[in-house]
């Protein structure tokens, strides 16, 4: 599976925005353009596996130090330029997400990754807290740095519901040993364990997902599917544009309040002996 | 003779990293000022270990502590390494998330509250995987929402380190305080050898952890901003102080195109040498703070 | 995991304090000592390691030979010696004693 990665994502950053080529001095691993969706343009950032990156540790498609950094020169560059916009007037922004994980390299622990990402997901939330809306489309693989780095912090998540469609932590085989079980073992936990499970099925029920999308073959997308996806961004936008500027929904969602009764517990008795003594 | 001439000065030192996160959070506390929220007498515990036959805690590894430092209101959220390696799960992370929000409210009202975090965690509980991973791009969030009023200061302390998602809360957080004991970085050293083999990263070799990962080096580097002896007073004193600063003009993360251009000037032909690398950051000594 | 109970109706002196000492790594245990709001003591024990009821009991049965208090008792375990259970037990009676 895990040549797969990327090639979706590419599938449909092409498939929504009719290119597929890097800007010139951007590395190869990260797409981005301005492209109509419904009535309105909107930036469209993907990562994609550069074979020829002069990071090793970044050529299947892991989010690395110039993807994270990449990634956040265009956001702040679209928050910049709409600075003195309304909320509405405000640029949606599109992330499309199929990334196996962060870079997993020593040059990149030795230079900071863990800022770089940092940075990444500041301009992401930095956009959502300004007004603009963000959306995540999962089309493949959403794992772990990789997606904090690159779309969890979206008002709104879509994902496709196909078995390729992975949202998780840490790849099977990798928590499968740190949590000493099989990887068999760890399949059938995820069963009974909605948060452990590899499901998008699974991940739909933890209330963090706008929608769950079907594609036929989401590596090749027809137009009339591609017209569908169109149609819930524009929407996932506009639900956006009604709601708060932060992730309260994902724990409001009413999946969540059956989900995630643990998260909820806290938030309540915290506010309530914050401000009684 | 008195008997201060006779005693070392480490003798008399008070550790922080030997104190555990209840603790740790209390020292940096005003005197008589704080109290604990949702403490381990609340029970509010992991709904998903047990279900895995794995013991909770009735304070989910988190400790909450909201008080005065230097006068001012804040609040202390804290992780136990000792319990789940400090890992974040559901309601762990929640009350983190929750924490900071509450302190934005404040923060809001006209009652400027800065948050301490004291990290000490591999990052995400693999057990709650992704109510973990989730809780953990929530926290990001709420920490940018209150370093615009109020600064959130991240302590690392040691000996667990502060690694995987919540490297990056790190990251976003307006200062970061670090002992030469203490370890920051997005992957460890066996998460990098089982990835991407013992060529990339040997993780027995001890000197090259510390090179890359330690205080020293981090705060060297510019990417964290006070190096601090592992001695509870000289870490309330360096918290203090960073209360006292308030929010940065510019948060490092911010400044996307200094640390691109960076990236971009690194020579990646080869591994980086560490050393050679701060002497570099520390010649070209940019951003704001 | 297993979860224990245990009774101690004789237990009945009024305690006013609470206690709560320990963490649950690997090979300790915390536990919370709190008032009962009625006579005698109630132990509630969580401990992840299976099949050693016996050996909780005989430690219990020591404490209690010697504590009195009304008081509730929970356990977080994660595979604690007796020796150490003692231990903790001691030191949050050390707290509410104080």
């Known amino acids: 599976m895990n040549e797969q990665v990327g090639l979706r994502g590419r599938a449909w950053f092409k498939a929504l925005t009719g290119s597929d080529a890097p800007n010139s001095g951007d590395p190869h691993s990260v797409l981005a353009t301005t492209a109509a969706v419904g009535n309105e343009q909107a930036l469209f950032l993907c990562v994609v596996p550069d074979k020829g990156s002069r990071f ?77 809306p963000v959306i995540s489309l999962v089309a493949g693989q959403a794992f772990s740095g990789g997606f904090l780095t690159h779309g969890y912090q979206a008002n709104r998540i879509l994902a496709f519901d196909d078995a390729g469609i992975v949202i998780h932590a840490m790849h099977k085989e990798a928590a499968a040993r740190i949590t000493r079980r099989s990887v068999a073992e760890l399949e059938k936990l995820g069963h009974d364990i909605a948060p452990m499970s590899y499901d998008v099925q699974d991940y739909a029920k933890l209330g963090l ?48 309040r059956t989900m995630r009764k643990g998260t909820l517990a806290v938030r309540a008795a915290l506010e309530e002996q914050w401000f009684n003594g | 003779m008195s008997a201060s001439i006779l005693i070392p000065d480490f003798v008399n030192r008070k550790s922080f990293i030997e104190l555990d996160a209840r603790a740790r959070a209390q020292s940096l506390f005003d005197e008589g000022t704080w109290k604990e929220l949702v403490g381990p007498f609340d029970r509010i515990e992991s709904p998903w270990l047990a ?17 005065k430092i230097g006068g001012s209101p804040a609040v202390t959220i804290a992780f136990e ?88 809360v790190a990251g976003v957080s307006s200062y970061t305080i670090m002992t030469r004991e203490a370890r920051l970085g997005l992957n460890g050293p066996e998460v990098i050898e089982q990835e991407s083999g013992i060529d990339e990263f040997d993780s027995s070799d001890r000197a090259l952890i510390w090179a890359i990962h330690g205080g020293e080096q981090r705060v060297g580097m510019g990417l964290a901003d006070l190096l ?49 690398l701060r002497q570099q950051r520390a010649n070209t000594k940019g951003g704001v703070r | 995991m297993e979860k224990i109970e ?47 009821g016996d050996a909780w009991r005989s430690v219990f049965d020591r404490f ?35």
């Open chain 1, 56 to 132: 090793p540790c970044v050529r299947d498609g892991q989010v690395g130090l110039e993807e994270a950094f990449t990634l956040a020169a265009h956001l702040r560059a679209v928050i910049a330029e709409d600075h003195d916009k309304s909320r509405e007037a405000k640029r949606s922004i599109i992330a499309i997400v199929d990334v196996k994980s962060q870079a997993y390299g020593r040059r990149e622990e030795t230079a900071g990754i863990f800022f770089a990402a940092a940075a990444s997901a500041d301009a992401y939330a930095s956009a959502r807290m300004a007004g603009h």
């Open chain 1, 209 to 256: 997902l706008f929608k769950l999308l079907h594609v036929d073959d989401p590596q090749h997308p027809t137009s009339n599917e591609v017209a569908e996806v169109r149609e819930a961004i524009t929407e996932a936008i506009t639900d956006a544009r009604k709601g708060k500027l932060d992730l309260s929904n994902r724990w409001e969602s009413d999946t969540a």
């Open chain 2, 51 to 67: 279900k895995q036959g794995i013991a909770p805690q009735f304070d989910d590894g988190c400790v909450v502590i909201k008080g």
């Open chain 2, 81 to 168: 390494g000792a319990f789940q390696g400090g890992s974040v799960g559901e309601v762990s992370g929640a009350k983190m998330t929750a924490a900071l929000d509450l302190a934005t409210k404040d923060s809001k009202a006209g009652k400027p509250t800065a948050a301490i975090l004291l990290l000490e965690t591999g990052g995400v509980r693999l057990q709650e995987a992704n109510l973990g991973l989730a809780a953990v791009a929530e926290i990001i969030s709420s920490v940018l929402a209150l370093r615009q009023h109020a600064p959130v200061i991240t302590i690392v302390a040691g000996t667990v380190g502060c690694f995987g998602g919540m490297s990056l």
């Open chain 2, 228 to 276: 601090v002896e592992d001695d509870a007073g000289k870490i309330a004193a360096a918290v203090l102080s960073c209360v006292r600063k308030g929010v940065p003009e510019k948060h490092r993360t911010e400044q996307v195109e200094l640390y691109r251009a960076r990236i971009a000037a690194l020579d990646t032909s080869s591994q980086i040498d560490p050393a050679t």
């Open chain 3, 6 to 52: 245990f009774n101690y109706p004789e237990a009945k002196r009024l305690i006013t304090k609470r206690a709560h000492v320990g963490v649950v790594g690997s090979g300790d245990m915390e536990v919370l000592l709190e008032p009962n709001s009625e006579e005698g003591a109630h132990v509630f024990i969580t401990t992840s390691v299976n099949g050693f």
């Open chain 3, 64 to 98: 209690f030979s010697k504590f009195d208090g009304a008081v509730r008792i929970y356990i977080n375990d994660a595979g604690a010696t007796p020796g150490s259970v003692l231990l903790r037990l001691e030191q949050a009676v050390e707290v509410i004693e104080q």
